[in-house]
């Protein structure tokens, strides 16, 4: 399993960005994927889910303002981030469970300046 993320960089408060992550080495279509973060000195958080039907779900931080899709012919997740705040400033990252084990992207960095 290889997941690759990327699409960070530094914006504005009220900007918008788009990240992109590629998947390989198992089931793509059939399987949830997630999108976590992490601002320094904090724990890694759940930001949005997908699951192989694509129906999403959403941290309240971050609901109205991020989306996450996937295209199954691509192997790719994406998450569309709007309106960003300084708070979104975190590293992103891809999460795949599988099989009990779980698997990260690398990890983005996003910085958001006020």
């Known amino acids: 399993v290889q997941l690759q993320a990327c699409g960070g960089g530094l914006v504005q408060a009220g900007g918008s960005l788009r990240l992109s992550c590629a998947a390989s080495?198992?089931?793509?279509?059939?399987?949830?994927l997630d999108w976590y973060r992490q601002a320094p000195g904090q724990q890694r958080e759940l930001v949005a889910t997908?699951?192989?039907?694509?129906?999403?779900e959403y941290a309240d931080s971050v609901k109205g303002r991020f989306t996450i899709s996937r295209d199954n012919v691509r192997r790719q997740l994406y998450l569309q981030m709007s309106s960003l705040k300084p708070e979104d400033t975190a590293v992103y990252y891809c999460?795949?469970?599988?099989?009990?084990?779980?698997?990260w992207g690398q990890g983005t960095l996003v910085t958001v300046s006020s």
């Open positions: 999460r795949l469970v599988l099989q009990g084990r779980t698997w």
């Open positions: 080495g198992f089931n793509f279509r059939l399987n949830t």
């Open positions: 997908i699951t192989s039907s694509h129906a999403p």
